[in-house]
């Protein structure tokens, strides 16, 4: 870090700008209160608009005149996304969703960290560390015979502490101060955790940006852009953020480990000597949910990369055929200015046909015949206005599929287990209406983005054909899980 790097931070960050701005205190405050406070991802814009206003009402009453904020809502917003970059508003199911910055994020946490602690715990982060430094040692090593002595070592501790329990009948447990140490140092990580989410998305943003660019240069083939998007995109999967996330990705959404998670959790907020130390803890009350739920977010910004890369590919294909027709259409209308005549007598060929050519003579055709009239000398008889029972039952028959009777399927499954694949489904809910509904589970999986379908592994699910005969159908590997707690959301009022 030298003189020069920290000048171009100092002139191009926008979290450092953003301390030179009058309206600093009422960003930091509210973006805390609805995002931190209230422990929000993303809020709707409307609410986030409206809870703003409010804010901003409430904080004016007790402001001098001077002092007083003079815009609404809605130019607040604009500031903060289109020139300091605090939030974002992006686009999700047909509606306006506001979210932190990478700049946002690191802002609110400087704020954070210069706020007087509760607790300011030493003993947990130096615990901390030496795990870690111990883990580093004991997991690096590919000395088999020492990383067996490290094993042993540790399991004549623990048969030594076994040992001491059993003689004095007396368990070395924790001190209120250490337990309030180490909540506080958890619920910090924690929260840091939640943070880097924004980093990590904003390098997915990054490379969709440098995608974007090479998309509008002009001297660059649709081939180079790929290979910019491809080479991007493994950049990001080797780097160190890349590789941690995923790893951390496939941690948290692993079944065994997110319910030994959850039960972790559990456990630690039905002890009674925990219940003072976390019952104002929402942190680690919705750790889970909010971790699954920023992991989406950070996979949902991938997909919409790919998605962007697809319309790349997609619009080069329409312009080189548009431009492959107007070459045609121009070598079209300079052969027909040609003066044939000249190649008459030349032995160089113009142009061949490959096999004889289609002649169709206009006389060829047939004469037309007219069609034969029917002439019928009784009238059609009325339709009876009386329906009997079986046309009833043939209009109750009809062919449909529903789906919330199919999604009641899966919630039912789901009860007792955490995830279940589409075979197991069919085998408690046999298929009744053939393909169709195969395919509406197919729909219900693709369309909730909790649900996997993998398309590395193919299954095989009988369905009964209307002759009563059974066929086979192979369809990809369909996982249904269970859906992730859902954050709460702000109402005005």
């Known amino acids: 870090m030298d003189y020069h790097s920290v000048v171009d931070i100092y002139k191009t960050d926008y979290s450092i700008s953003a301390l030179r701005k009058d309206w600093l205190p009422l960003a930091v405050s509210f973006l805390y209160l609805v995002f931190k406070k209230k422990h929000q991802i993303s809020l709707a814009y409307d609410v986030f608009s409206e809870q703003l206003d409010m804010y901003i009402e409430n904080i004016n009453e007790s402001l001098h005149p001077p002092d007083k904020y003079r815009h609404n809502a809605k130019i607040y917003i604009d500031l903060w996304i289109h020139e300091s970059h605090l939030i974002r508003r992006i686009v999700y199911n047909d509606t306006y969703l506001i979210q932190l910055s990478s700049h946002g994020e690191r802002l609110l946490g400087w704020f954070e960290d210069m706020q007087n602690r509760s607790i300011i715990g030493t003993e947990s982060r130096l615990m901390n560390i030496l795990s870690l430094l111990d883990d580093v040692v004991t997991r690096s090593t590919d000395d088999v015979a020492k990383r067996l002595q490290i094993l042993y070592d540790q399991r004549d501790q623990i048969d030594k502490q076994i040992a001491h329990i059993q003689e004095t009948q007396q368990v070395d447990g924790l001190t209120d101060s250490q337990i309030k140490d180490r909540l506080n140092h958890a619920s910090n990580m924690a929260t840091q955790l939640l943070r880097d989410f924004s980093l990590v998305e904003e390098r997915f943003r990054e490379m969709a940006r440098t995608i974007q660019q090479a998309q509008l240069n002009p001297d660059m083939r649709r ?41 972790l959790l559990h456990t630690i907020f039905n002890m009674p000597r925990l219940m003072p130390f976390v019952s104002d803890n929402i942190i680690l009350q919705h750790l889970t949910s909010h971790l699954l739920d920023a992991g989406e977010r950070v996979n949902r910004s991938n997909q919409r990369l790919a998605e962007h890369l697809r319309r790349i590919v997609d619009t080069s294909n329409i312009a080189q055929s548009r431009r492959v027709q107007t070459l045609s259409g121009e070598i079209k209308h300079l052969v027909s200015k040609l003066n044939t005549t000249s190649f008459i007598h030349s032995s160089r060929t113009f142009y061949t046909i490959e096999g004889d050519p289609d002649v169709d003579l206009p006389l060829e055709r047939p004469l037309y015949v007219p069609t034969e009239q029917i002439i019928n000398s009784e009238r059609p008889r009325s339709a009876s206005n009386l329906i009997d029972a079986d046309a009833l039952q043939m209009l109750y028959n009809t ?59 193919q299954d095989t699910i009988a369905i009964k054909t209307y002759r009563g005969d059974e066929k086979d159908v192979i369809v990809p590997r369909v996982v249904f899980r269970r859906m992730p707690k859902q954050m709460d959301v702000i109402h005005g009022g």
């Open 223 to 263: 081939g180079q852009v790929l290979a910019t998007a491809l080479d991007a995109n493994d950049q990001l999967e080797a780097s160190d953020e890349g590789q941690s996330f995923r790893a951390f990705y496939d941690l948290i959404t692993h079944p065994q480990q997110r319910e030994y998670f959850e039960t």
């Open 399 to 457: 062919f449909y599929i529903d789906q919330t009777l199919l999604q009641d399927n899966i919630q039912r499954m789901l009860m007792s287990r955490q995830e279940v694949f589409l075979t197991e489904l069919v085998t408690s809910y046999p298929i009744s209406q053939g393909i169709a509904e195969v395919i509406a589970y197919l729909l219900i999986a693709t369309d909730a983005p909790h649900h996997l379908i993998d398309r590395t592994i």
